[in-house]
């Protein structure tokens, strides 16, 4: 219970360096982002809230132009211990729903890094729908933590 | 109506004073408890590691100053480096009152995690933060003493780890003193921070 706040915060303050909103079909992405990653690391994680006018569809691949490929995954932290799975059969976008990718939850993983995410950068990538279709996105991350 | 027999009024008292006790016994126990000296911390778990430099670095020489222990990975996307960067602001507003604090970082994953990467990787971080390495079976053993669980799960392009994301304290004296687990506010993890520097001074 007491790690929800938190990282509502931390997704609020993750949100002041924002990227444009993209549509494409019933589909809205807003705040497409990457995590800043640390140097020696070869995999980072991309976010985003997608809304949901239309028909139910499905987030089935995406690609990072940093990073050999992505791959979608869900993580969870129970009883102090992290669990994160691939969903290989894509994340499910309910007809009117919102899904949102964020930390402790949904995420792109992006796979081997061609170099670090550093703050600030911007990763031009894709999101390939079931239904929608491909559109090309702009994963940007926030400018150096204010901590 | 007659009066009740003499049996009849003996077992009265004794179901009264049974029920007597049964309030009062539970009474006195808290009562006592609550002035008795609270317990000692326990004993932390040991672990007999290397450092990035190919040594040995055991728990048990390290006593004499707290520290904390972490496990992980680098190829961790999202728990370690927050975890790892919340952890090095936390030392940084600890300040000087916190520099004999040093935080191990042990990785999962010695296969991938060679000590240049863990260096790399920890260069990114608060200097007060240590890699530590080992062989498969000196991670396995450091784990199970600490009951941390972790375990490889496959991907499409690889594989990941499920871990333990909690970050263990132990006292100058090598004394167990709780967790900070993931998430957990500035304001929480310093307390339990200056609560652990206040442990025993050595």
Redesign the interface.
Known sequence: M??IL??VFAAALAGSAQAADVQIGGLTIHDPSA?Q?????????AFMVIDNRGNADRLVAATADNA??V?I?E?A?TD???????M?GGLDIPAGGKVELK??SY?L????LKQPIAAGATIKGTLTFERAGKVAVDFVTPPA?A? | MSRPSAPARNRGVIVAGAFALVIALPLVAMLWLSTAPPAPAPRAPTFVLKGLDGSTVESARLTGKPFGVFFGFTNCPVVCPTTMTELSGWLADLGEAGRDLKFYFVTLDPARDTPEKLRDYLENFSPRLVGLTGTAEEIDAAAKAFSVYYKKVPTSSGYTLDHTALIFLIDAQGRWRGVLDYNLSRSAALERLRALLAAAPP
């Open positions: 007491q790690r938190p990282i995590k990653s640390p140097k020696g690391a070869d995999v980072g994680a050999d490929h791959e995954h993580m932290i102090g211990v992290m669990k994160m799975r691939e290989p930390p402790g995420h993983m992006l796979m081997g933590a901590k």
